[in-house]
């Protein structure tokens, strides 16, 4: 293998001929986690007006939802390492979709929020990251990083679609029915296919799964074995502290726009590009992971905000402008979802990768969590996002430093040194 990728003429085309209907559907399927983080910005306003909430309570579901994974996310990821993705992925759509709609019957008590979100945060472990990218994993190799990024690019297929259909569902009839809308419909576009094409190697008829096995046997490091490793936590801490600022953003990106000068017709049209940036960053980071250390792909995406959150600083930017800032976040999101899965194939194979990136992930979760309270608690402090903002400068830097830090793959820095030792007799 070469430094940064080389498979046998032919072999990704092959992989993409056999699976490419698995992608298929691990796309749609991871789409319906989106569903909740990208369509929340759209009922803050209506949910302040009716019931008099503040920010920080109405964006605090997403930390419900973190607290909950902190749990619910590394048993998941031993489960599906244990009794195989398809079980588990296709009962967490059902869960998923009908609990989202159950958002319709919130009352003005803060606490039936919070039991909503309880709920459905109950629910969605089961269509967590880890479920959607084993299966690809197990069945892509050459392929790997492209087959990932289409993957992960159902959720940036959400982020296209929710924020608008809310607003057009909640401008033509009533938060009520946007929350119900957007919960059962999309769970039954999602649930249909997945029932036919969504499998992993476990889910193959036992003579089949045994061959595939022994012509590329699973090999990497056990949960364990990855928890010892100062390459896990390096790529723990600079996942989370680049996602924390941008997730905290994508929570209330329609009010932000809105205080930034825009429209809510048109913040609504620069948050679906938020969505298609991310389709755009994974695309870019699924081409170029052959050519170019994850490590240094990853280190840019997570720097790549600093420039939106100047614009975003500067008052009186064009449309156009915050739409670029938002562009950028975009990308810096969708090539970090993707990255962190990629890399832990790479640094850690894929032995046990469901259960490591169960833990692992768990990053991405917190970043989730806590960012959109802390954007919440610093519009109520400070009556804008500013601070925030020029946060989120410092965490960029520091997050991209760290990245450049965890260094080559482990064969790499192997061949490197056989090189060196090579050289030396």
Not at 219 to 226: H, I, P, Q, R, V
Not at 228 to 251: D, E, H, N, Q
Not at 381 to 387: C, I, L, M
Request: net charge positive.
């Amino acid at each position: 293998m070469a430094d940064h990728g080389s498979w046998p003429a032919g072999q990704a085309a092959a992989e993409w001929r056999a699976g490419w209907r698995l992608v298929v559907a691990s796309t749609l399927g991871y789409m319906i986690i989106g569903m909740s983080l990208y369509s929340l910005s759209a009922f803050i306003m209506p949910l302040q007006q009716e019931f008099g909430w503040s920010r920080t309570l109405i964006t605090s579901g997403p930390s419900i939802y973190a607290a909950t994974s902190l749990f619910g996310q590394p048993v998941i990821g031993w489960l599906v390492d244990r009794v195989g993705p398809r079980p588990i992925g296709l009962a967490g759509i059902v869960a998923t979709a009908i609990t989202f709609a159950l958002f319709s019957a919130a009352t003005k008590s803060p606490y039936s929020w919070i039991a909503l979100w309880l709920l459905y945060s109950l629910s969605a472990q089961l269509v967590l990251t880890p479920v959607w990218t084993a299966a690809v994993a197990s069945e892509f190799e050459a392929g790997r990083g492209l087959a990932l990024a289409i993957t992960l690019a159902g959720s940036a297929i959400s982020g296209i679609a929710a924020p608008l259909a809310a607003t057009v569902l909640i401008a033509h009839y009533d938060w009520h029915v946007a929350f119900i809308a957007i919960g059962l419909v999309n769970g039954l576009i999602i649930l249909i296919p997945c029932l036919f094409l969504f499998h992993s190697r476990a889910d193959k008829p036992r003579g089949d799964r045994e061959a595939r096995a022994e012509a590329s046997p699973a090999d990497g490091m056990t949960l364990a074995e990855s928890l010892r490793s100062p390459v896990f936590w390096k790529l723990m801490f600079s996942i989370f502290i680049g996602y924390i600022t941008p997730l905290a953003m994508l929570v209330s990106l329609l009010p932000l726009l809105v205080s930034a000068g825009a429209s809510k017709e048109q913040a609504a049209v620069i948050a679906a590009s938020f969505g298609i940036a991310g389709i755009v960053g994974k695309l870019i980071c699924g081409v170029l992971v052959n050519r170019i250390a994850g490590h240094v792909i990853t280190a840019v995406a997570i720097a790549l905000p600093i420039i939106s959150y100047l614009i975003l600083l500067s008052p009186g930017q064009p449309v156009a402008l915050l739409a670029l800032a938002i562009f950028l976040v975009g990308c810096s999101t969708g090539s970090q979802l993707k990255m962190s899965v990629y890399l832990t194939t790479r640094y850690f194979g894929m032995r046990a990768f469901a259960s490591i990136f169960g833990v692992l992930g768990l990053s991405l979760t917190f970043a989730g969590g806590g960012g959109p309270p802390i954007g919440g608690i610093l519009y109520d402090a400070y009556g804008d996002y500013r601070v925030l903002l020029m946060l989120g400068i410092p965490a960029a830097v520091i997050g991209a430093l760290v990245m450049l830090w965890v260094g080559d793959y482990p064969e790499v820095r192997q061949a490197r040194l056989a090189r060196a030792a090579a050289s030396m007799t």
